[in-house]
């Protein structure tokens, strides 16, 4: 694929994208947390499969941190499969011939909705640091927005995990009457001290690199791509637990036979890294990983219900289903009870599943059956409940 | 004194199940495959369109012919992925988690009926999970194995071993199985808790009640399970 660049030699896919785009013009602008009018906005979107004439067919999938709308489908900058190809498509758990699937790029990203490597119509130059600091509620306005746009009254399920299922969370609560059945997955309806720690590693390695150029490098053709790979290094521990790392790499050296008593990465995990990091500066922009991981850091959902989370869902009709990860030490079992516990203190409909697996916070992303079929059953049950026909039958 | 005997109970007669002819025939799966005596009796002492939390849930069943048969808002908790998973499939709303150390995070007067069937004996705190139960619940109900039963009263008497019965298939040293009581330790420890019996009833080992002008001694001798439905003193 033919992918324009910008000056700062990163894919333009923030002003270009190859997605649908929804354009909310000054009559409709995105009211911010920030206390700031957002306009014109622009909201990057895909969708799988049909809407039914009743349009109580559609499902919305949020996506994490770094994720973006391309849930099923080649990504137009890496060329690899969309990053829940396992869970969304004909056939899946996420079943594209029964369900109409949305997913959309959040406020901040960088893969065509309206983030800091935007044009700034006032100034004619990418938003950089202008852009209001974006919140978890900000990006789920938007999904209102687009889901209005699309003019679909009720969501059948809103599914995300981790910065995906903070999303989640927030909806069930913004717009309770909106969301059928809810999934939040590997996340937590605060972040936790620990967790605003490993973000703000991430930033300053960002800011700390001379290419950042205090936000503005996209105007001086410069891209801060070391100190992107090194928060990406760093929060891609936190996405795997030790027995994983363990059992993938151990002490195992990469492609030499002895230590090189240099800084080399002698060890494959380094080399992984390595990998991950440099890989990842290809397809993310530096500044919006600052406001992702802003809008992760000052999520508190129940501190918009006095402290108390239960009252976010006091009388929710949503049918819940709250999928933890025992080895997922980033956002851990005890998080998702805490959502648990507050959904039945709130007297909400809920079901609750902890996944035994090594793969940690990753596992959402990744092949672990268990998981997969939990997702299968609870949406299945939701379809019917919903007056949804069955699946058609299909050879496997 | 309040009564003592099982006649005291004003409960209604057993034979008029409440129960469609379909729930009675997929109860009648559910006991066959499981050996689950107890489950119809569960199932009668529930009152229609009422709120449920069944405390050991398994596969759902009994969750589902509550709520299918009767229009029970029905919840269960779960230790086994399994088991969860193969409720979430069935739509029903059930969490992972353990009754000794689960129940403590729901409010009072959440539901109308705490089930826990054959689990009490597995717990480490059965007195503090019948207490929750009870404060979770308007109604708790319970069923157990009765240790009072004469064969297990005959092994350890006469073979002078720890009993291991067709119910009771574990050897002692590898059972989940660790507080046992007999149906009068039970009666006793809910008077000793401040909860009052509403409907109890004894069944053998086919799964039939015993009779209800028995004394005593003669249900904890013959009765194999004791299902109880408790209530609070004051509300």
């Known amino acids: ?396 | 004194m309040p009564p003592r005997g099982p006649a005291a109970f004003r409960h209604r007669a057993l034979g008029t199940s409440k129960l469609s002819k379909s729930a009675a025939k997929q109860v009648g799966e559910m006991l066959s495959r499981d050996g689950r005596l107890d489950l119809l009796l569960v199932a009668d002492m529930v009152d229609a369109r009422s709120r449920v939390l069944d405390v050991g849930c398994g596969d759902g069943s009994l969750l589902r012919l509550l709520s299918e048969e009767r229009g029970v808002d029905a919840r269960g908790i779960e230790l086994s992925q399994k088991g969860v998973n193969d409720c979430v499939s069935k739509g029903l709303s059930v969490i992972q988690g353990d009754a000794d150390t689960d129940l403590a995070d729901y409010p009072d007067d959440a539901f109308d009926y705490v089930i826990l069937t054959q689990t009490l004996q597995a717990t480490r705190h059965p007195r503090q999970v019948l207490e929750h139960m009870l404060r979770i619940g308007r109604h708790a109900i319970v069923s157990f194995p009765n240790f009072g039963h004469w064969r297990i009263r005959f092994q350890i008497a006469v073979r002078g071993r720890m009993p291991i019965t067709d119910n009771l298939s574990f050897p002692w040293y590898d059972t989940p199985n660790i507080h046992f009581c007999t149906i009068r330790d039970f009666v006793g420890l809910v008077d000793e808790i401040g909860a009052r019996i509403e409907r109890g009833v004894a069944i053998d080992k086919s799964g039939k009640p015993l009779q209800l002008n028995l004394p005593w001694w003669v249900w904890n001798l013959f009765g194999e399970q004791g299902v109880f439905r408790l209530t609070r003193l004051k509300t």
Not at chain 1, 67 to 88: C, L, S
Not at chain 1, 116 to 127: I, M, Q, V
């Open chain 1, 1 to 396: 694929m033919n992918v324009p660049f910008n000056k700062a030699g990163q894919s333009d896919e923030a002003e270009a994208p190859h997605s649908l785009v929804a354009h909310f013009g000054a009559a409709q602008p995105l009211k911010m947390d920030a206390g700031v009018l957002l306009s014109p906005l622009t909201v990057a979107y895909q969708t799988y499969g049909t809407l039914n004439a009743q349009k109580s067919n559609a499902i919305l999938i949020c996506h994490a941190l770094t994720g973006d709308q391309h849930v099923a489908n080649t990504h137009p900058v890496t060329g690899k499969p969309g990053w829940w190809e396992i869970m969304v498509g004909p056939g899946r758990p996420v079943d594209t011939d029964r369900y109409f699937v949305i997913s959309s790029n959040v406020v901040g990203g960088c893969m065509g909705t309206t983030g800091p490597s935007s044009l700034n119509p006032a100034t004619g130059r990418a938003y950089g640091l202008d852009l209001p600091v974006v919140t978890i509620k900000d990006m789920v306005r938007a999904q209102a927005m687009l889901i209005d746009h699309l003019g679909i009254e009720t969501l059948c399920c809103v599914v995300g995990g981790s910065m995906g299922g903070m999303q989640v969370l927030q909806w069930a609560a913004s717009y309770p009457e909106r969301v059928f059945a809810a999934m939040p997955i590997a996340t937590a309806a605060r972040h936790s001290s620990q967790n605003i720690a490993f973000h703000e590693v991430g930033r300053q390695a960002i800011m700390a690199d001379p290419d950042w150029c205090k936000g503005r490098y996209i105007d001086e053709g410069r891209n801060p791509t070391k100190g992107l790979a090194v928060a990406r290094m760093a929060a891609h521990i936190t996405y795997m637990s030790d027995e994983a790392l363990q059992r993938k790499f151990g002490r195992k050296l990469q492609d030499r036979l002895a230590p090189t008593f240099s800084f080399d990465a002698d060890f494959q995990i380094e080399n992984y890294l390595r990998y991950q990091g440099s890989s990842f500066v290809d397809r993310f922009d530096a500044n919006s990983y600052l406001y992702v991981t802003r809008a992760c850091d000052y999520f508190d959902l129940a501190a918009d219900y006095d402290g108390s989370l239960a009252l976010a869902f006091k009388g929710s009709k949503t049918r819940f289903c709250v999928v933890s990860f025992n080895s997922d030490w980033l956002y851990p079992t005890a998080a998702s009870r805490a959502i648990v516990h507050a959904l039945n203190a709130g007297g909400a409909s809920v079901s609750f599943v902890d996944i035994e697996t090594e793969r940690g916070h990753d596992a959402f992303l990744l092949d672990v059956p268990d998981f997969i079929s939990t997702t299968r059953g609870f949406l299945d049950a939701a379809a019917r409940a919903r007056g949804l026909p069955p699946s058609r039958a299909r050879d496997i």
